[in-house]
């Protein structure tokens, strides 16, 4: 049912894992606190296999890594960021495993979300149901660990992965036909790091990669590209921070800059942090002068109150350090 962990073809994705269901759930997961032959990184406590709606899932793409800070805390008390990985919608969340351990490090808790590659049987509409699976096992994740907040998240992607994390913060106002519609959770901040947030205009100004996620141009199927490009689907009740590179050359900052335009006409919060002298990934590495801004960042609007951060989001363009100086 299930195919074999794509991280080492020769072994077993389910070694040491054990199968359980939330009180009261019908929904079985699979679960495992160690992953033999891979370092998931510090403060790493468990993978969670989970379910998909249509056919069968695939046990190298269809999980998640859960990382806690480390103690003893009190029943929802820790705020949960959902991180949701870039590479054109290709497979990736090993690779930010050092954003999620990071992040827990400085106290929150991190549900970073493996979905399918473009290649691996995904593009539209499967990676995008992906996510959303995998967001709506979020319930039983905060029966696992009740510690984990679950009523006012954030969701943090990069890349295309922040065109699925700002598109997964309005799932629900999707209309019943619509992908990845009914959601059992919403997360309800949103932080985009590089994302193609306008994503009719990025794919009609040359990133196929869109394209080929889509399976075909806007023009071709302007309906599905609706229901899932953020510029076209703004809650004004969700607030967003849009982090930018000034030297994006693969998504131009000017994504970013029409969706918190876009947001701000409706009323809504949002904000424009530009990273000066950054490209498009390479704040994401440890080795940035921006690095550690960016986690500040992230852990900022996920803890901080939601009038607070609504006060924060003004529809301006600002530095990272300037944003943190607020």
Known sequence: MLVACGEDSNQDPYDNATAWSAPGSNVDLMVADSLPGQDPGENFVER????????DADSDQNWADVYLPEGDFEADSVPLVILVHGGAWHGGAPGVRNMAQDLSHRGVAVYNLEYRDIDEGGGYPK????????????????????????????????????????????RSDLEGHEVGADPLFTPTRVVSLAGPLDLVWAAENGDDNIVKAMKGTPSDLPEEYASIDPIQNINPEVPVVAV?????????????????????????????????????????????????QVLDLIHHVAIAPRSDLEDDLNGATTSVQHFLER
Do not use: C
């Open 48 to 55: 969670v296999w989970y379910p998909v709606r249509d056919g």
């Open 127 to 170: 990676t995008f149901t992906d996510v959303a699976d995998a967001l709506d096992i979020v319930p039983e994740l905060n029966q696992r660990f009740p510690e984990i907040s679950i009523d006012d998240e954030t969701v943090v992607g990069h890349s295309a992965g922040a065109q699925l994390a700002a598109w997964a913060g309005t």
């Open 244 to 292: 930018h590179g000034t030297k994006d050359d693969l998504v131009p900052p000017q994504n970013s800059e029409n969706y918190v335009d876009a947001v701000t006409d409706e009323n809504g919060d949002a904000h424009l942090v530009l990273l000066d002298g950054e490209s498009h990934a390479t704040f994401m590495s440890s080795s940035s002068d921006h690095y550690v």
